[in-house]
């Protein structure tokens, strides 16, 4: 039952029938898009059943050749590197569930069929490595909650799309499908929220600390969960909203962790606050208007902050995109300008937190000139 979820954005159809069209024919996610808006326009797809975003607003505008290079190098990189076993052992830095779930985004995000493109052997190991680590006790993944937040993402993004009827081997057996491991990455969360006194999320799930960083993965993970038809309580959302709330001063800024305060210049959490605002239909709230105002009018700054850069920047494109559009196409021309600078030989983007998920992070930042991923809808 989805008794107390909004449906938002995205119109959901019936999961067997969008598969079903996939499998019986393979098409690019482009041409499958394309598709679904005809079958809207002349009637074959019920007015009833859910779809993406109107492919019109995804489809159809010119992608600048910079990012499409950029991406399918980076594709390439994040294909050649990955393990059997579906992970990225060997790029250096962080590894697990968290890093998964961004790789295989920028997987789903590239346009390409998941279940019949040129990567699906990619997006089926990936979902695998995710959904393997799930604890089926508790529903926790990876050693902190940044890892549970971007793994549940993964999973809320391919959820739907990717068909669990291929996901397996045959002889495999308890193996979690793709929805089951979601709804218990929900249910961990929240199970850990419940027992915060502030109503948010720090690196345990037994924390009794909050911080905006961490918050801000494990909140767009339910927001995405709960945007693809997985039941989350508004109760949830709207304690963690108002947590964020307490923590974004009347200027912008926003505070790291605690229950208030310490504001500074952090762009990456005025970015995560406004984007949380943005997915959760708070946009009439004062502090999402705020942190839209503050990123506006400090674009050069922000481009190639030194803290944390490709972090900063995979956040600070939704948020743009998600406050203001006319906004985000300028910041779009800095950002494609830096990473061209920056890219090295084999696609890969340097990070503090390794190659891979550098790449992951800088190619989804360029991914929201594609739009592919339903996280990615306005």
Known sequence: ???????????????????????????????????????????????????????????????????????????????????EKGDWPN????????????????????????NFGL????????????????????????????????????????????????????????????????????????????????????YSPDSNDADTSVSGAVLVGLLAARNAGIEVPDAAIDKAISYYQKMTSPSGQVGYSGGFGGFDESFARISIASLVYAIARRRDLNEFKAT???????????????????????YQAQALFQGDVDVWEKWNKLLIRHLKQSQNADGSFPSQFGLTAGTALSCLALALNFRFLPIYER
């Open 1 to 83: 039952m989805r008794q107390s979820i909004e449906i938002p954005r995205r119109m959901v159809v019936d999961r067997s029938d969008r598969l079903g069209a996939m499998q019986a024919t393979p098409l690019s996610r482009g041409a499958f898009l394309r598709l679904l808006g005809l079958g809207w326009l002349t009637g074959w797809i019920k007015p009833n059943t859910v779809v993406g975003q109107p492919p019109n607003a995804r489809i159809g505008e010119q992608v600048p050749r910079d990012v499409r290079e950029m991406y399918e190098r980076g594709l390439q990189y994040l294909a050649k590197s990955q393990s």
């Open 91 to 114: 790029g250096g830095g962080e590894t697990g569930p968290g890093v998964v779930g961004m790789a295989l985004m920028v997987f789903l995000a590239s346009g390409e069929d998941p």
């Open 119 to 202: 990567y699906s052997n990619n997006v089926r190991r990936a979902v695998r490595s995710i959904l393997g680590g799930i604890d089926k006790r508790t529903g926790f993944m990876g050693h902190s909650m940044y890892h549970h937040g971007f793994g549940m993402l993964g999973l809320a993004e391919a959820y739907g799309t990717v068909d669990d009827r291929n996901l397996w081997p045959a002889n495999a057996k308890d193996n979690l499908s793709i929805g089951a491991g979601l709804e218990l990455a929900v249910r961990a969360a929240i199970t850990s929220q419940k027992k915060n006194p502030l109503g948010a999320w720090r």
């Open 292 to 314: 839209v105002g503050y990123l506006s009018q400090r674009l050069e700054n922000s481009i190639a902050t030194p803290n944390y850069p490709d972090y900063t920047r995979y």
